[in-house]
């Protein structure tokens, strides 16, 4: 399962505006991760982990579509793809247009393999 899963996240994390990709389950536990070296990219996740976990909770309480945290540097779109994962996407903010229609992409994807 976990080979299909990086199959399918594979493409879009090697995007050169795409700094990483990552799969959580509702409570936190990460299933998936691809992150490009970049030591702003390892602190900001450090630092927002705790607002991460709180996101992951809100996304499920409030039945939000999705959901951003932006810093300086990056910003990291969290997206449901069933009522137990979210799907993690970290990039530089400047792509965001281009990569809108990828992560629904990859969404729709996940969906059809996961269900």
Do not use: C, W
Not at 59 to 74: G, H, P, Q
């Amino acid at each position: 399962m976990r080979s299909k899963i990086a199959g399918i996240l594979e493409p879009i994390a090697e995007d050169e505006a795409i700094a990483g990709v990552v799969l959580y389950r509702i409570d936190g536990t990460l299933i998936y991760s691809k992150l490009k070296r970049d030591p702003k990219l390892v602190l900001a996740l450090h630092n927002l982990e705790e607002q991460i976990k709180s996101m992951l909770y809100y996304i499920f309480t409030r039945n939000l579509k999705d959901s951003v945290i932006e810093t300086a540097d990056f910003r990291f779109d969290l997206r449901p793809i069933s009522k137990t994962l979210v799907l993690g996407i970290i990039y530089y903010p400047s792509h965001y247009h281009k990569l809108d229609v990828d992560i629904k992409t990859i969404i729709n994807n996940l969906r059809s393999y996961l269900f």
